[in-house]
């Protein structure tokens, strides 16, 4: 059974980069049937998709975090990464890695990208806290 | 964005009550939602996709229905460990968005 663990500092420092990354248990991230996201929810409210990055490396950010977000993939290690720069007290939430089935394929102009889809793994998530 | 709106945000029930959750969406999305369980201190669970297929695991108590932009979470006879949050997300398009959860507690 596949598991997925995020890692990274439980306190950021805020105008600081917040660093995480997360373990996929298995050989899962070279596959083609899917993608990876990440997602966050602070303390008692709801859940917002950060970003994911799919197979052969697209990447696709939710534009209210797009130009301080970057995720990547590192699939020697077996790993996925965040970063997001410019954090403030608002970034403090419990962070998920999570993993979606690949989505329908499109091309466009000889461009292929992906549909989203639903996360059917998640991680246990890590709580991030940003204070001085 | 799509917007998901979730109805009701609380729900008090009983074990053995049926119980309805809605959720609708900004804007036709088809059949791209998902159902997802969080108890407290936990991650989400997945418990249905495409609307109405029932992840693999889930028991059959749960289902899904609904298209366009109507959508409902039933659970047929509750049960003690099914008392949590219960969040809906539209893949339609990107940016993926939740809907804001509808806490489900025991009356």
């Known amino acids: 059974q596949l598991q997925l663990q995020e890692s990274g500092p439980g306190l950021v420092k805020p105008s600081e980069t917040l660093s995480l990354t997360c373990a996929v248990s298995d050989g899962s991230i070279t596959s083609r049937s899917f993608s990876w996201a990440w997602i966050r929810q602070p303390p008692g409210k709801g859940l917002e998709w950060i970003a994911t990055?799919?197979?052969?490396?697209?990447?696709y950010y939710n534009p209210s975090l797009e130009s301080r977000v970057t995720i990547s993939a590192d699939t020697s290690k077996k790993v996925f990464s965040l970063s997001l720069n410019s954090v403030t007290a608002a970034d403090t939430a419990v962070y998920y890695c999570?993993?979606?089935?690949?989505?329908?394929?499109?091309?466009?102009?000889?461009?292929?990208?992906?549909?989203?889809?639903?996360?059917?793994?998640w991680g246990l998530g890590t709580l991030v806290t940003v204070s001085s | 964005d799509i917007q998901m709106t979730q109805s009701p945000s609380s729900l008090s029930a009983s074990v053995g009550d049926r119980v309805t959750i809605t959720c609708r969406a900004s804007q036709d999305i088809t059949t791209y939602l998902a159902w997802f369980q969080q108890k407290p201190g936990k991650a989400p669970k997945s418990l249905i996709y495409a609307a109405s297929n029932l992840q693999s695991g889930v028991p059959s108590r749960f289902s899904g229905s609904g298209s366009g932009t109507d959508f409902t979470l039933t659970i047929s006879s509750l049960q003690p460990e099914d008392f949590a949050t219960y969040f809906c997300q539209q893949y339609k398009t990107y940016p993926i968005t939740f809907g804001q959860g509808t806490r489900l507690d025991i009356k």
């Open positions: 999570a993993r979606q089935p690949q989505g329908r394929i499109k091309v466009l102009r000889g461009v292929v990208d992906f549909t989203p889809n639903y996360f059917d793994i």
């Open positions: 990055i799919s197979y052969g490396g697209n990447t």
